[in-house]
Structure formats: structure tokens, C-alpha cells
């Protein structure tokens, strides 16, 4: 699980982010309510641990931003600011949870364990559809208008990361740090080997749905209107 760690308080930072990392969890760590923003259009955390009080941008505005931009990623505030008011306006504002400060690390891990026994119905889909195409993360098969197939782990999540994402260019940083970990030592052109992968198995089932090429930036999956 990749968590990402939205908190302005540098101690609570260091020691929060270690004890996750302990814990077993993929930790990217930002403290500045404007770096925020990259980090969570990024799309690529499972989990958002938000900060309410930030420099320059405060948690409710990067909050309403994911929400109102169609991103639906867990978020579990993490506040000084206990009165009811503020919980019920951060909950209604989309956060998943509310968690005052000082709190024992003990129940952040209980309240993150609370967000993975979601439902997967809730939590993410066990088929991802877009055109004429439908992927089924369980068995990695892949449908199309005239045929099917079957996808390899890896070329399955990246397939997956373009399904939760459709409409958006996804920078070439973003795949990588998704779909093969921000501190994993790959080269881009495995990236571009497997895009091709990817756009073979779409032709081999008739599909009308493609990756595009956003020169400089990444890719975009799209459907092809003949």
C-alpha cells in the first residue's frame, strides 16, 4: 500500500513516515500545501494522510481540489482542530476519516486497516470497463469487441492504473512511480516496451480503445472513432 503523507510539522513527519515505513507501507512524504497539489494529481497513493492546517494551501482546499476533480482516493485527516464542527466539515468536505491530534500511531494503523476491509465494490472494482473493453484485475483478462486474452502481471497494472484514470494524460513519472514504485531503479524505456505490450493485446482483440502519445508528457487512453 502506497501512502502518501501530507503534514507541515517536520518532527511528526520524520517519525510518522518512519513508523509507517516500519509498519510495511510505501511512504512519499510532502509538507507544503502547494507540493501537494503534484503529489496527489499524480494519482498514484492508495491512501492520503492530510495535514488540515498547511502553508500556502490548507488541507480542506487540497481536499475539495481530489474531490471535485473526480478523485476518489482514501483520505484521512489528521487535525489539531477537534470540535465537532470541524469533523463534520471535514467529513463533509470528503474526507474518509477525521483523526485528532496527539494520537497514538496504534489507532491511525486501526483506522487504515478500517479503509482496506471496505467492500471491494466500495474500494475499487473486480472489472474495470472503458469502450469496448473490459479488464478483470483478479485473472488479469482482458475483453474486447471481437476477443479476449489474458495480460501479464505487470501489463495488467499498468492497464489498470489507465482504466482509473481514463480522460486524464498520465505523465510518464506518474506510470513509472505507480506501476513500478517511485524508488525502483528501471529504465524509460521499459515504460515504451510496455505500452506496446498493451497496445498489442487491444489490437488482438478488435478494440476500438488505444494509448495515445502526448509527446513530452505521457500517455492518455482513448477510443478511436472511425
Given amino acids: 500500500?502506497?501512502?502518501?503523507?501530507?503534514?507541515?510539522?517536520?518532527?511528526?513527519?520524520?517519525?510518522?513516515?518512519?513508523?509507517?515505513?516500519?509498519?510495511?507501507?510505501?511512504?512519499?512524504?510532502?509538507?507544503?500545501?502547494?507540493d501537494a497539489f503534484y503529489y496527489t494529481n499524480q494519482t498514484i497513493h492508495d491512501l492520503i494522510l492530510l495535514d488540515r492546517m498547511l502553508p500556502h494551501v490548507d488541507g480542506l482546499t487540497?481536499?475539495?481540489?481530489?474531490?471535485d476533480n473526480g478523485v476518489h482516493t482514501p483520505v484521512i485527516l489528521l487535525t489539531a482542530l477537534g470540535e465537532l464542527s470541524d469533523k463534520v466539515t471535514g467529513?463533509?468536505?470528503?474526507?474518509?476519516?477525521?483523526?485528532?491530534?496527539?494520537?497514538?500511531?496504534e489507532e491511525l494503523l486501526a483506522r487504515i486497516r478500517c479503509i482496506n476491509r471496505?467492500?471491494?465494490?466500495?474500494?475499487?472494482?473486480?472489472?474495470?470497463?472503458?469502450?469496448?473493453?473490459?479488464?478483470?484485475?483478479?485473472?488479469?483478462?482482458?475483453?474486447?469487441?471481437?476477443?479476449?486474452?489474458?495480460?501479464?502481471?505487470?501489463?495488467?497494472?499498468?492497464?489498470?492504473f489507465f482504466l482509473n484514470n481514463t480522460g486524464q494524460t498520465l505523465p510518464?513519472?506518474?506510470?513509472?512511480?505507480?506501476?513500478?514504485?517511485?524508488?525502483?531503479?528501471?529504465?524509460?524505456?521499459?515504460?515504451?516496451?510496455?505500452i506496446h505490450f498493451i497496445r498489442r493485446r487491444l489490437k488482438s482483440t478488435s478494440s476500438s480503445v488505444s494509448i495515445k502519445t502526448i509527446r513530452g508528457v505521457g500517455y492518455q487512453l482513448e477510443v478511436r472513432h472511425v
Avoid at 510539522?9 to 512519499?28: H, I, P, Y
Avoid at 487540497?62 to 474531490?67: A, F, M, Q, S, T
Avoid at 531503479?185 to 515504451?192: H, T
Fill in 91 to 105: 467529513l463533509d468536505a470528503g474526507a474518509d476519516d477525521y483523526l485528532v491530534k496527539p494520537f497514538a500511531f
Fill in 62 to 67: 487540497i481536499l475539495k481540489h481530489l474531490r
Fill in 1 to 34: 500500500m502506497r501512502i502518501l503523507l501530507i503534514e507541515d510539522d517536520e518532527g511528526l513527519c520524520r517519525s510518522l513516515g518512519l513508523q509507517l515505513k516500519n509498519a510495511g507501507f510505501t511512504v512519499d512524504i510532502c509538507m507544503d500545501g502547494e
Fill in 172 to 194: 510518464r513519472t506518474a506510470i513509472l512511480s505507480k506501476v513500478w514504485g517511485m524508488d525502483a531503479e528501471i529504465e524509460e524505456g521499459n515504460l515504451d516496451n510496455y
Fill in 118 to 160: 471496505r467492500p471491494v465494490s466500495y474500494q475499487e472494482n473486480s472489472s474495470l470497463s472503458f469502450g469496448d473493453i473490459t479488464y478483470y484485475p483478479d485473472n488479469n483478462w482482458l475483453t474486447g469487441s471481437l476477443g479476449s486474452c489474458t495480460l501479464s502481471r505487470k501489463e495488467g497494472d499498468l492497464l489498470e
